[in-house]
């Protein structure tokens, strides 16, 4: 029977995709071949299935990446650097109350309003400056969290 085209190109791109199909398709043939003289014969699918695992590495990739830098790094979240910076201006601006409590309140839902930012920091390196623009979203944040705590304080 005559195959089509389409049938033809699926063929090819399978074949292409997947060239581990094909050579674990032909293995159990060759296997079965060979057992077929008295040996203990296997089924296809337990041969296909046992190369297919001897392929493939168990658990997860581990990748080695050599040290470049003998520095100590830290992974900072900047935004969180911001807050924490303009925290006492906006409690002075706003009047609000600075107990511990208060201050974390604020601090946690301005942090919520906000994407977080991370940056890898060398130890000792200063904090980058922010744009305008996140800058503006940052005192915008901590407004809108100041408000909320003066009107509902949890002490």
Excluded: W
Aim: hydrophobic residues 40%.
């Amino acid at each position: 029977m005559a195959r089509t085209k389409r049938e033809i190109d699926k063929e090819r791109m399978y074949k292409k995709l997947m060239p581990s199909g094909r050579r674990a398709a032909k293995a159990p043939a060759e296997n079965a071949a060979r057992d077929a003289g008295g040996a203990r014969a296997e089924s296809a699918a337990a041969a296909a299935a046992r190369t297919s695992a001897a392929r493939r590495p168990s658990g997860p990739r581990r990748v080695a990446v050599p040290a470049m830098d003998n520095r100590r790094t830290a992974v900072v979240n900047t935004m969180e650097a911001a807050v924490l910076g303009k925290l006492d201006s906006v409690l002075e601006r706003f009047s609000c109350c600075r107990c511990d409590r208060c201050k974390k309140d604020i601090v946690a839902l301005a942090l919520n309003k906000l994407p977080p930012r991370y940056k890898v920091l060398a130890e000792g390196q200063p904090q980058p400056d922010l744009d305008p623009q996140t800058n503006a979203q940052v005192v915008a944040a901590m407004i809108q969290a100041v408000i909320k705590v003066r009107a509902n304080p949890r002490h």
